[in-house]
């Protein structure tokens, strides 16, 4: 149970174009989604939480109009990176919780993202 | 600022052996607490869930937990090979908030 599915897994492109990502909750629903993003060698870093049904909230740092979150429907939640740079590469993850208190998160298989 | 705390590595442990993966938190409210395992390119995948003191096994995995200490660790049994990779130390404070550690590098030496 509690299976997390992220498309797509690959995404090259050119900079200047919008990359949507979509994580889904298969087997859950999904009040609650999290984006993180990791560079090579570096830790996981939290991006933004996605709340079904209301704006996301936004890390200290993550510019928001860049990098939109919607969470329309309690097993969907997507990130769009918005005229992405070669800067914005990089490996996204989303995860979510499945709702049991003070339980895991469960984590998609990423998407690498590169831009060239 | 709540904290989760690893030693970032690399942890070399010779196959067979038993390695021991260690992780502190600074909320002493935390009250669950969780083991990923990262490999090279991959996302963390769930190993291990503890939520009271003591231990917890699971096959060739055993996580202990010390809330007193705010210490909990991950001991993994007959080292493989295959273990090698990042270990994420993650912990659920009151505020129902998972907070990671930046994870320890664990290599197991044929």
């Known amino acids: 149970g509690a299976v997390v599915s992220q498309h797509p897994s690959r995404v090259i492109c050119k900079s200047g174009t919008s990359v949507k990502i979509e994580c889904r909750s298969l087997d859950f629903q999904a009040t609650t989604m999290f984006w993180y993003r990791q560079f090579p060698k570096q830790s996981l870093m939290l991006m933004a939480t996605s709340n079904e049904g209301s704006k996301a909230t936004y890390e200290q740092g993550v510019e928001k109009d860049k990098f939109l979150i919607n969470h329309a429907s309690l097993t969907l939640s997507t990130l769009t990176v918005t005229s992405a740079h070669p800067e914005d590469s990089s490996f996204y993850i989303c995860?979510?919780?499945?709702?049991?208190?003070?339980?895991?998160?469960?984590f998609g298989d990423g998407t690498r993202l590169s831009i060239l | 600022q709540k904290e989760v705390e690893q030693n970032s590595g690399p942890l070399s442990v010779p196959e067979g052996a038993i390695a021991s993966l260690n992780c502190t938190y600074s909320?002493?409210?935390?009250?669950?607490f969780f083991w990923y395992r990262q490999y090279s390119g991959k996302s963390p995948e769930l190993i291990m869930s503890?939520?009271?003191?003591g231990d917890k096994e699971d096959g060739r995995f055993t996580a202990q937990l010390n809330k007193a200490s705010q210490y909990v660790s991950l001991l993994i049994r007959d080292s493989q090979p295959s273990d090698s990779a990042t270990y994420l130390c993650a912990v659920n404070d009151r505020d129902d908030k998972i907070i990671f550690g930046k994870g320890t590098r664990l290599h197991i030496l044929p």
């Open positions: 503890i939520y009271s003191n």
């Open positions: 995860s979510a919780s499945d709702g049991q208190p003070m339980g895991p998160q469960h």
């Open positions: 909320d002493r409210g935390s009250q669950s």
